[in-house]
């Protein structure tokens, strides 16, 4: 099992940014992928960004060019750099790893709160 420790949340104005940040408790294959899904009251959780150990990332259309996600493979962290942030990007921002992403098998973090005031 893989420990996942997020940072970084809290509170903003629209258009305002912040930067969310993960740290794995070891590397391997259980962080071959890693990503950020958000669950906002009354809705599903959805799969914001993902990015894989070689590099490669997708993103969910709702945040394209806008959320930038990097990951550092030394310090077994994934960040996720969110600018012109929107009042609909409020929600609890879950960091998340696997082999592959999956809902049913990710290893989780704890959840950090992102609230954007418009």
């Known amino acids: 099992q893989v420990q996942l420790v997020e940072s970084g949340g809290g509170l903003v104005q629209a258009g305002g940014s912040l930067r969310l940040s993960c740290a794995a408790s070891r590397s391997g294959f259980s962080i071959n992928v890693m990503g950020w899904y958000r669950q906002a009251p009354g809705k599903q959780r959805e799969l914001v960004a993902s990015?894989?150990?070689?590099?490669?990332?997708d993103y969910a259309d709702s945040v394209k060019g806008r959320f930038t996600i990097s990951r550092d493979n030394a310090k077994n962290t994934v960040y996720l750099q969110m600018n012109s942030l929107k009042a609909e990007d409020t929600a609890v921002y879950y960091c998340a790893a696997g082999i592959i992403l999956r809902t049913e098998t990710n290893n989780w973090g704890q959840g950090t709160q992102v609230t954007v005031s418009s």
């Open positions: 990015i894989t150990r070689a590099g490669s990332t």
